[in-house]
């Protein structure tokens, strides 16, 4: 019996200093999420993949048969340059 | 006439003892889980498989010389193959859901109650007779409230390997359960306004950040926690070699060729360890069990801590995404989006759950590091 008593106190000081030191392992880890990596994503910002992301979403909500002025300079410039391309091979 | 003789002997039907036949039983019981009712395929149909080799009689599988001897030796005695699962595990996470909203790591902190709490339970068990739970046997069942099998596996191949067969079938049965016992108690802690609650959009995640998240917890890891490394180095190495973009082929090696080959050799080697001896006992009972406990104590005490943290938090929080604190994944994360589609039609939670779901994973794998470094000496 009192070996069970042993046990269950053992148990119950587990319990207590696993659950402590859980929460305060995962909250130094919030901590660190909101600071260094807050900070690390401010001043090292995705470059390319947002701004291209970004005007995709743009062009796809845009209304049919509204063009928007990006993607009409994109294809005037390719436009241009085939032309120039193939002026020359000529 | 005794050359016939000695051939009868070598028979199986000769050599069969009622314990092999029942320990085939309940492999082909496994199986048909696996194949009939898609319950964790991968795992519980060479699981099931393995346990009815090595009921075989004669043949030997299980003993030395035997090949599921060699396996469970070479993989899970060392703890190798938990841990390369683990890398695997890693590769697949995708860790934005958690560095977008970090206090859902709270959530996967307070869902490994159902792990501590678990351990007294097995311990409360030693009063049935025929039960003797030593404190190391009972931190090796309750990981199985961590809700995730190569965490489960690893602990208990390195605290109580005579009851591995029992641990990873609750485990994994569970697991494959989560959609059935998890959504009573999320409905029965959560008022029908608290499930329609919906959750602002996450922040998006750069890269910088996705890359220097694994080195940062393994740094912490290193520092507060060195015997949890094995488990969170190997997650770290796996999420690493994803979110790096530059070894897109070990990647993904990691997250389908050598996790798919590892996953084999693990449900042999773990189906090994279900012989009659090891598993036809009173302690397999109490081990099914408790194992249902934890995952019920695990999904209840995530909700509340949701909801808690809901009262005082600026911006709501769904309850309902507490229960995936439970790892599972992303199972977990599921089923609280389903839920939370049946009170409200236009809310998906599943985004927002993978980040407790994830912290879940991360929460495990920290108690299953304090369970080895208090009691495993």
Redesign the interface.
């Known amino acids: 019996m009192n070996n069970m008593q042993q046990q269950f106190l053992e148990a119950g000081t587990l319990m207590l200093a696993g659950m402590v030191f859980v929460f305060v392992f995962l909250s130094i880890l919030i901590i660190f999420i909101n600071t260094v990596l807050a900070k690390l994503a401010i001043k090292f910002p995705d470059p390319v993949v947002v701004p291209s992301s970004r005007t995709n979403k743009k062009s796809n909500s845009q209304v049919a048969g509204k063009v928007s002025p990006a993607i009409v300079s994109a294809i005037s410039g390719a436009v241009k340059r085939y032309r120039a391309q193939h002026g020359q091979a000529k | 006439m005794d050359s016939l003789y000695t051939l009868w002997l070598s028979t199986g039907l000769a050599n069969f003892e009622l314990g092999q036949v029942i320990m085939m039983v309940v492999g082909c019981g496994l199986l048909y889980l696996a194949i009939a009712r898609n319950f964790e395929p991968l795992l519980l149909l060479p699981m099931g498989f393995g346990a009815i080799l090595t009921n075989i009689p004669v043949a030997g599988f299980s003993e030395a010389g035997g090949l599921l001897h060699y396996i469970y030796y070479a993989g899970i005695d060392t703890g190798i193959f938990p841990l390369i699962i683990f890398m695997g595990v890693g590769a697949m996470t995708d860790f934005s859901a958690?560095?977008g909203n970090?206090?859902t790591?709270?959530l996967?902190?307070a869902a490994?109650?159902g792990?501590?709490?678990t351990?007294?339970g097995?311990?409360?068990l030693?009063?049935v007779p025929g039960i003797e739970f030593t404190?190391k046997d009972?931190?090796a069942i309750a990981i199985i409230g961590g809700a995730d099998g190569p965490t489960a596996i690893f602990l208990a191949s390195k605290l109580a390997p005579e009851l591995l067969g029992a641990i990873a079938v609750a485990a994994y049965s569970y697991m494959a359960l989560v959609p059935i016992i998890q959504p009573p108690i999320m409905r029965a802690l959560t008022t029908d306004k608290e499930r329609k609650i919906e959750m602002a959009q996450l922040r998006?995640?750069?890269?910088?950040?996705k890359i220097?998240?694994p080195l940062?917890?393994l740094l912490?890891t290193i520092f507060?926690?060195p015997s949890a490394t094995p488990l969170v180095g190997m997650f770290c190495l796996g999420n690493l070699m994803r979110e790096s973009g530059v070894v897109d082929r070990l990647s993904s090696t990691a997250q389908n060729e050598l996790i798919n080959i590892t996953t084999i050799f693990l449900g042999l080697g773990v189906g090994s360890k279900l012989s009659s001896e090891a598993f036809l006992n009173v302690e397999t009972l109490g081990i099914l069990g408790l194992g249902a406990v934890a995952f019920s104590i695990g999904t209840a005490s995530g909700v509340l801590m949701a909801k808690l943290m809901n009262k005082f938090s600026k911006v709501p929080i769904n309850p309902l995404i507490g229960a995936a604190g439970v790892s599972a994944v992303p199972m977990a994360a599921r089923v609280a989006n389903k839920v939370g589609l049946e009170a409200n039609p236009h809310n998906f939670l599943l985004m927002h759950a993978m980040g407790p779901n994830v912290?879940g994973v991360?929460?495990s794998a920290?108690?299953a590091g304090?369970?080895l470094a208090?009691?495993g000496t």
Request: net charge positive; hydrophobic share 70%.
């Open positions: 958690l560095i970090p206090k790591l709270l996967g902190a490994q109650f792990i501590f709490a351990l007294f097995a311990i409360a030693n009063y404190l009972a931190s998006p995640v750069t890269k910088i950040e220097i998240f940062g917890v912490m507060f926690l912290a991360l929460g920290v108690a304090i369970l208090l009691v």
